[in-house]
């Protein structure tokens, strides 16, 4: 923390937070900034005159990406701090309930004795004593047993930190100009109070300090505090509410930094007014939704009771032994009966082992060389510098190299003894060709390739996807990892988008213990391939309110697969009396009022939120992060909810009401479940624990293996197609229908283990006149053997 408030003084006080670059579009400012990232000095020397340009832009950005890294270890400190309490307080509170269940057998014995009438109050405390016995009863009595606070003690175990917090936020007080949005003055007069206390070394809270801004839930420990006239614990509990607090504002927008991207006042991620009044036709016209409330709401209404005459009349129907059919019990609770993914012929897997069997062995750098043949995803890899060079098969050979090494997480210096290039070279190579943007049009390259495919469209349309994160264990600093129980030790995690067709379009790292449902939106709204992806599906980790409405609102469907169903609300657009009537079976569940009218006067701010992730003028994630945790006060965030409500009431009566459509969820998020084996089969090397640090570098090796990843897939899709038009050649039928169950997710034809040879040349020279290997011959399957 320390280090990274020295580093952003440090560019201060070179005025770099005071550069204005407007002058520049942002993606040439970004461009300037990554060539001044990756030059020499000697390098910034030979481009005369644009060095001052590119070390401007360098600057400039630094100073706010710095500024970002301040505030967000700022949050990740204080965050531990209050898990590692929490932990605590978890702990005791087992032990309490321990204890709590022997003085509950206790009085198990106690209360008969009282409450029998005819046992004379002179004789209750020896018969109790006789019965219990002393020694027990001194036990019992020895541990003294006080009532918990509201928190069960948390902010107390927290209290124990107190010295460690204060080790930085005093720095960052004083460093970072915090600012406050409506309903937050008496938090910011506070933070302006904590700010003078800690620059003037007082130790006492003055007299009249706000606390207004406290929690409920820790209010009991500054009113015990000051009753007592403890002033340092008044001062210990005080700051540390304003820190926690400052730290939740931050998390909900309410709380700003100014010149920070990540920490900036919410109202300037979307479209002004002024900019969406000409923007919000198109808009409209572009998603299907009506720019007048009461056309939208109307619509939502007849979506809403499409879906609830479907399940009325699933439920009405329902017996008890139809398998999949939601239905009533007796006491008219829903039974959701369980409900496979699908019903996998049997002659699939049959078929499966025999296609897989009629496929060629290749090597990895064999099978990216042939498929770039086909592709040209390698023309991608630009320089950095701007300069588009020609491709030659030394240049294309070194790139092949680096995507190995980092996909299999070799690193390059393992690849240099594998492949007997030089570690100098590929060291440039990845510096200046292997970025996260070159290799987000790789994988597009790629994908729409596979996309094309005739066995692809038997996979999928491409019209669905899902997400999902994987864990891999990461070693060293970095402030993306954390060290989960369950996974053993530090962990990152990497959040893919798949589509039907098993192709991998969006790759992000995200720390494991934020919640994925704020990543939902981002790679699918930048999806940048051919895909047409509608439909989405996710596990119940992103079935959020605020993603129901986004979805809806940009024009797309959220169809997560959900648990606990029985405890999700749903709502109704009448009173319970009414939707019962027209609902005999179906209205008893819906528990909630729709709220209309918040909904009507917010349409045209939902819409212009919608439109700004739409168009890309805002992050999605930073979008649903900061409304997701903003207040109950937050009228925008209230209305979203409420449209998020109403679409996942829809969605639940389709989903409650189809058994082919909960299958079809389940079925797409297995095929990104199935994906994880084959990206952990490719990052073998290390025991698959990440070692690089940064975020910039661990994206760039999550897509290396996404690209690797789309590579096999798509290359055994293609040769899957041949062995197909092989075999109906031979008079055998294979229906569409037994191909659509068979996985291309699969590496046993592929070697990427031991010495590997990339030479592009010899590996072309190896194909037939259209390009392609052979098939393994009948007679050679049957020992295993290739040709």
Same mark, same amino acid.
């Given at each position: 923390?320390?280090?990274?408030?020295?580093?952003?003084?440090?560019?201060?006080?070179?005025?770099?937070?005071?550069?204005?670059?407007?002058?520049?579009?942002?993606?040439?400012?970004?461009?300037?900034?990554?060539?001044?990232?990756?030059?020499?000095?000697?390098?910034?020397?030979?481009?005369?005159?644009?060095?001052?340009?590119?070390?401007?832009?360098?600057?400039?950005?630094? +100073? *706010?990406?710095? &500024?970002? #890294?301040?505030?967000? =270890?700022?949050?990740?400190? @204080?965050? $531990?701090?209050?898990?590692? !309490?929490?932990?605590?307080?978890?702990?005791?509170?087992?032990?309490?309930?321990?204890?709590?269940?022997?003085?509950?057998?206790?009085?198990?014995?106690?209360?008969?004795?009282?409450?029998?009438?005819?046992?004379?109050?002179?004789?209750?405390?020896?018969?109790?004593?006789?019965?219990?016995?002393?020694?027990?009863?001194?036990?019992?009595?020895?541990?003294?047993?006080?009532?918990?606070?509201?928190?069960?003690?948390?902010?107390?175990?927290?209290?124990?930190?107190?010295?460690?917090?204060?080790?930085?936020?005093?720095?960052?007080?004083?460093?970072?100009?915090?600012?406050?949005?409506?309903?937050?003055?008496?938090?910011?007069? +506070? *933070?302006?109070? &904590?700010? #003078?206390?800690?620059? =003037?070394?007082?130790?006492? @809270?003055? $007299?009249?300090?706000?606390? !207004?801004?406290?929690?409920?839930?820790?209010?009991?420990?500054?009113?015990?505090?000051?009753?007592?006239?403890?002033?340092?614990?008044?001062?210990?509990?005080?700051?540390?509410?304003?820190?926690?607090?400052?730290?939740?504002?931050?998390?909900?927008?309410?709380?700003?930094?100014?010149?920070?991207?990540?920490?900036?006042?919410?109202?300037?991620?979307?479209?002004?007014?002024?900019?969406?009044?000409?923007?919000?036709?198109?808009?409209?016209?572009?998603?299907?939704?009506?720019?007048?409330?009461?056309?939208?709401?109307?619509?939502?209404?007849?979506?809403?009771?499409?879906?609830?005459?479907?399940?009325?009349?699933?439920?009405?129907?329902?017996?008890?032994?139809?398998?999949?059919?939601?239905?009533?019990?007796?006491?008219?609770?829903?039974?959701?009966?369980?409900?496979?993914?699908?019903?996998?012929?049997?002659?699939?897997?049959?078929?499966?082992?025999?296609?897989?069997?009629?496929?060629?062995?290749?090597?990895?750098?064999?099978?990216?060389?042939?498929?770039?043949?086909?592709?040209?995803?390698?023309?991608?890899?630009?320089?950095?510098?701007?300069?588009?060079?020609?491709?030659?098969?030394?240049?294309?050979?070194?790139?092949?190299?680096?995507?190995?090494?980092?996909?299999?997480?070799?690193?390059?210096?393992?690849?240099?003894?594998?492949?007997?290039?030089?570690?100098?070279?590929?060291?440039?190579?990845?510096?200046?060709?292997?970025?996260?943007?070159?290799?987000?049009?790789?994988?597009?390259?790629?994908?729409?390739?596979?996309?094309?495919?005739?066995?692809?469209?038997?996979?999928?349309?491409?019209?669905?996807?899902?997400?999902?994160?994987?864990?891999?264990?990461?070693?060293?600093?970095?402030?993306?990892?954390?060290?989960?129980?369950?996974?053993?030790?530090?962990?990152?995690?990497?959040?893919?988008?798949?589509?039907?067709?098993?192709?991998?379009?969006?790759?992000?790292?995200?720390?494991?213990?934020?919640?994925?449902?704020?990543?939902?939106?981002?790679?699918?709204?930048?999806?940048?391939?051919?895909?047409?992806?509608?439909?989405?599906?996710?596990?119940?980790?992103?079935?959020?309110?605020?993603?129901?409405?986004?979805?809806?609102?940009?024009?797309?469907?959220?169809?997560?697969?959900?648990?606990?169903?029985?405890?999700?609300?749903?709502?109704?657009?009448?009173?319970?009396?009414?939707?019962?009537?027209?609902?005999?079976?179906?209205?008893?569940?819906?528990?909630?009022?729709?709220?209309?009218?918040?909904?009507?006067?917010?349409?045209?701010?939902?819409?212009?939120?919608?439109?700004?992730?739409?168009?890309?003028?805002?992050?999605?994630?930073?979008?649903?992060?900061?409304?997701?945790?903003?207040?109950?006060?937050?009228?925008?965030?209230?209305?979203?909810?409420?449209?998020?409500?109403?679409?996942?009431?829809?969605?639940?009566?389709?989903?409650?009401?189809?058994?082919?459509?909960?299958?079809?969820?389940?079925?797409?998020?297995?095929?990104?479940?199935?994906?994880?084996?084959?990206?952990?089969?490719?990052?073998?090397?290390?025991?698959?624990?990440?070692?690089?640090?940064?975020?910039?570098?661990?994206?760039?090796?999550?897509?290396?293996?996404?690209?690797?990843?789309?590579?096999?897939?798509?290359?055994?899709?293609?040769?899957?197609?041949?062995?197909?038009?092989?075999?109906?050649?031979?008079?055998?039928?294979?229906?569409?229908?037994?191909?659509?169950?068979?996985?291309?997710?699969?590496?046993?034809?592929?070697?990427?283990?031991?010495?590997?040879?990339?030479?592009?040349?010899?590996?072309?020279?190896?194909?037939?006149?259209?390009?392609?290997?052979?098939?393994?011959?009948?007679?050679?399957?049957?020992?295993?053997?290739?040709?």
């Amino acid at each position: 923390m320390k280090v990274a408030i020295d580093k952003l003084l440090w560019l201060r006080a070179l005025d770099a937070h005071q550069l204005d670059l407007s002058m520049l579009p942002n993606e040439r400012r970004r461009f300037l900034a990554q060539v001044a990232r990756r030059s020499t000095n000697q390098g910034l020397e030979r481009r005369q005159e644009r060095k001052f340009p590119i070390l401007l832009a360098f600057v400039a950005q630094a +100073a *706010v990406e710095q &500024l970002d #890294e301040v505030v967000a =270890l700022f949050d990740q400190a @204080v965050s $531990a701090r209050e898990s590692r !309490a929490k932990a605590k307080t978890d702990e005791a509170l087992v032990e309490r309930a321990k204890q709590g269940e022997t003085r509950q057998l206790l009085m198990a014995e106690i209360l008969p004795v009282l409450a029998d009438p005819a046992i004379p109050d002179e004789q209750v405390g020896g018969l109790l004593r006789e019965r219990i016995g002393m020694q027990r009863l001194r036990e019992i009595t020895s541990n003294a047993w006080k009532a918990l606070p509201k928190d069960h003690g948390r902010l107390s175990e927290l209290e124990s930190s107190y010295t460690y917090l204060r080790q930085f936020t005093p720095n960052v007080l004083a460093v970072i100009d915090f600012q406050g949005g409506p309903g937050t003055g008496e938090l910011m007069e +506070a *933070v302006a109070i &904590l700010k #003078e206390m800690n620059r =003037l070394g007082g130790r006492k @809270v003055p $007299a009249g300090a706000p606390t !207004a801004f406290v929690p409920a839930r820790y209010a009991d420990y500054l009113e015990r505090a000051r009753k007592s006239g403890e002033d340092t614990a008044f001062r210990h509990y005080w700051e540390l509410c304003v820190i926690l607090c400052l730290r939740d504002g931050l998390r909900s927008g309410d709380v700003f930094v100014p010149g920070s991207r990540r920490y900036a006042d919410p109202a300037t991620y979307l479209y002004t007014v002024e900019q969406w009044a000409t923007q919000q036709g198109e808009y409209c016209r572009l998603v299907g939704k009506p720019a007048r409330a009461a056309d939208a709401l109307q619509q939502g209404k007849e979506e809403l009771h499409a879906a609830l005459a479907q399940l009325e009349s699933t439920l009405a129907g329902a017996l008890p032994d139809d398998a999949g059919l939601v239905r009533l019990d007796d006491d008219d609770h829903l039974v959701v009966p369980p409900l496979s993914a699908e019903d996998i012929p049997t002659e699939a897997k049959a078929l499966k082992d025999e296609l897989a069997g009629m496929l060629p062995f290749a090597p990895i750098a064999s099978l990216l060389i042939e498929l770039d043949a086909r592709t040209g995803f390698l023309d991608c890899f630009t320089h950095a510098g701007g300069r588009k060079l020609t491709k030659t098969a030394e240049t294309k050979r070194n790139i092949l190299a680096v995507l190995i090494a980092l996909a299999t997480n070799l690193g390059l210096a393992r690849m240099s003894e594998a492949c007997g290039l030089s570690y100098d070279v590929l060291a440039w190579t990845m510096e200046w060709y292997v970025r996260e943007e070159t290799l987000r049009e790789a994988n597009t390259v790629i994908v729409n390739h596979h996309y094309q495919l005739e066995l692809s469209q038997v996979f999928g349309g491409g019209t669905m996807s899902s997400s999902d994160g994987q864990r891999f264990p990461v070693r060293g600093k970095t402030l993306t990892g954390r060290t989960m129980v369950i996974h053993g030790g530090q962990v990152l995690s990497t959040y893919t988008h798949v589509s039907d067709q098993w192709s991998t379009y969006g790759t992000k790292i995200i720390v494991p213990t934020a919640r994925e449902a704020h990543f939902v939106l981002d790679d699918f709204l930048g999806n940048a391939t051919d895909l047409p992806i509608t439909e989405h599906a996710t596990d119940t980790h992103g079935a959020t309110l605020i993603n129901f409405a986004l979805f809806d609102l940009v024009g797309k469907a959220l169809t997560p697969r959900m648990r606990d169903l029985t405890r999700v609300t749903l709502v109704r657009d009448d009173t319970p009396t009414e939707i019962a009537k027209r609902y005999p079976h179906a209205g008893p569940l819906l528990g909630a009022r729709w709220n209309e009218a918040l909904v009507a006067d917010c349409w045209p701010d939902l819409l212009r939120m919608a439109g700004s992730l739409k168009y890309g003028q805002a992050t999605a994630s930073l979008i649903v992060g900061k409304w997701s945790a903003a207040s109950r006060q937050n009228t925008l965030a209230a209305a979203l909810k409420e449209w998020g409500m109403l679409r996942r009431t829809v969605h639940l009566a389709k989903y409650l009401s189809d058994p082919a459509f909960r299958r079809k969820i389940s079925r797409q998020l297995n095929k990104g479940e199935s994906l994880h084996a084959l990206r952990r089969d490719l990052h073998y090397a290390q025991q698959g624990t990440i070692t690089r640090p940064r975020l910039e570098q661990q994206s760039e090796q999550a897509w290396c293996l996404t690209l690797l990843t789309n590579s096999v897939v798509a290359w055994t899709t293609e040769y899957y197609s041949r062995a197909v038009v092989e075999l109906r050649g031979q008079g055998r039928d294979v229906p569409d229908e037994v191909l659509s169950h068979i996985s291309p997710g699969h590496s046993d034809n592929i070697n990427f283990f031991g010495v590997i040879s990339v030479d592009v040349e010899a590996e072309l020279a190896k194909l037939d006149t259209g390009g392609w290997r052979p098939l393994r011959p009948a007679q050679l399957r049957q020992l295993g053997l290739t040709p």
